[in-house]
């Protein structure tokens, strides 16, 4: 174990990011006939991959910080998938912190979720069955990622892998150590998987195209009239000027 | 008073009053002792800050000891090189009149113009352009006018400029001075060796000159404004790259970028218009110097969140609109049914997101410029000059049937339109026909308007 190369292991990558696409929320069912005044609803919140892949390639811990009114507010998981639940009655903000493997990121990140427990439309009947679920889309962003980290996470599907500069190679991986533990991380067969929403970059990307050329144009329009009355307002600066 | 005596009218006039109120001002003004009146209005009749002249020396009488006498003497100049006698007034002292030389000869300086040899021309001097006559001529003016070029230029028998004679001289003193040196290290010192004349150098700089000097005041302004945005923009780059770690590639792309872009854009938007020049160059160049400190804060996050990053961005590129254009921007975005917070925040969709709210701000931008120019042209039209177009005015001119019309808000899709149109009170705003230019019908703008 010499030490040029774990400096070389060590070594940070300008230009480069690698991003972790997640999703963040809560599910909360109704409990109906057996829900009391201070537990009326059975929640989970969870971070998860986006594409439901195993995020404890990069996420060693989270933590979510409860509303104090709950025992122990702090609860840590320690492994994938990264979820709590509870039972409560009330809507309040859990802050969610990550923290990373020592070789992706020392500093853990912070997320705000805002618990959901009623549905937004509050004439309709409550159901037992169907939960209530909001989630939010977000990538989390590494910059200058080290040499290490990039070549640890190079086969997992989770992290969204970065076009490396020219000439540049990785060593390989090692190879995943446990096969039925990296499958327990992922939330494919998550019960909660039906509700899951689904995000697509497709849609939204096509309606901002739409909106920009709409700009686009309408910005050519207004060039053209500023530019006549420009010649038009020439035209009486150098006849005034006579 | 005086010119009543020059007049010979009587002294007295028929007002005693009259002649009061005159008087107690003279009186006043009559600050100065020693000095006469007379002398006192020359400077205006005001006293000056600093009296140069200490007043109470002026009256004082030469040391009693002393007898003076003015005397008319000859005398000579050492300037001279003929033998000219002249006479002066002399200031004698107790019978001695002063010695010395003639007291105006040593102003009478000269260069030390080179003389070179016909065999040193042939050997070091030849040039092309330049004839051995033409060489001699110049010389000789040279020293007849003491190298005061353009004295010698307008003097030269055949056209040359300024710079070329001075080229010459200087190039055949400088070969014949290094020719004639002993060892070339004798001659190094010397100025005319170290640094030798530099026509292209000169022509340039004098070109230069005489562009500054002649340019109009909006130039001026312009030139001030870039010359301040670039600043910034070195500045605002200099801090971010103090803030990093030494060696980061990325930033320093995008410095050069930013301030080619800066000063394209101060180039085209400019000429444009006199009245919004410092709104339109100075944004566009600002945004380009916080987005790469945006940037630069970005990375030195190591993680972020991508929604986040774009909030801090989007911050950057609105830093220089004011509050109401920002949300006219979010109207803008919820009329073309596009999200504030985009719901799907991939990389792309954040940049497009960003550059979508970027080319909105340029849209309203553009409108404004196109409300100061209509307002501009009306005035003209109505040869009210002084209806300048200032910020909100309350009673905006339609325009001309001629002219196509504007309209204030922007109308964008389909579905939303029929909505929006119900909702608004007043005058209608899209399809809106021009009036005639007899009536001048005031409009009332809305928070919405621009």
Known sequence: MGKPEDTERKKKLKDVEISVPIVYGNAAFWLGKKASEYQSHKWTVYVRGATNEDLSVVVKR?????????????????????????????EFEIAITLYFHNDVCEKPLNLYHHLKLYPEDESGPMSIKKPVVVEFYNEIVFTEPSESFLARV???????????????????????????????????????????????????????????????????????????????????????DQ | MDAKDILGLPKTPLPITQEKKPRPQKDSQRKPDGISREVYALTGGLAPLMPSIDASQLKRRPPSDEKITWQWLPFTSSARKDDLQLYHWVRVVNGVPPTGDYSFAKYNKSVDVIKYTDEEYEKYLTDPVWTKEETDQLFDLCERFDLRFIVIADRFPTFRTVEELKDRYYSVSRAILIARAPSPGEVAGHPLVKEPYNVSQETERKRALSMVLSQTKQQERKDAEVLAEAKRIAESRMAAQGAEEPDLPVTSDIGPESVERAIGHGDTISPSSVQVPSAAVAPSTSIMADNASTLASLRMLRVYLRTYALEQMVQAASSSAGLRTIKRVEQTLQDLEVNLKPKVPTKAVCAEHLELRKEILTLLNLQKQLQYKEAEGSSFRDGSYGDMPGTPKRSHRVVDQDRTFVPDAISFGGERAGKREQKRKGPGRVSETPSSPAHKRPRKMKASDL
């Open chain 1, 62 to 90: 989270v933590v979510f910080q409860l509303h104090s009114s709950f025992n122990n507010p702090t609860r840590v998981v320690e492994s994938a998938p990264f979820e709590l639940s509870e039972s409560g009655w009330g």
């Open chain 1, 154 to 240: 190079q086969n997992y599907p989770a992290v969204t892998f970065p076009r490396l500069p020219a000439g540049f190679t990785l060593p390989s991986s090692a190879p995943i150590e446990d096969e039925s533990k990296r499958k327990r991380g992922d939330t494919k067969d998550h019960p909660l998987n039906q509700w899951f929403l689904n995000f697509s970059e497709a849609d939204e990307l096509l309606q901002l195209a739409a909106a920009r050329q709409q700009v686009q144009a309408h910005i050519a329009k207004l060039r053209r009239q500023i530019s006549v009355i420009d010649g038009q307002n020439q035209q009486f600066k150098s006849s005034s």
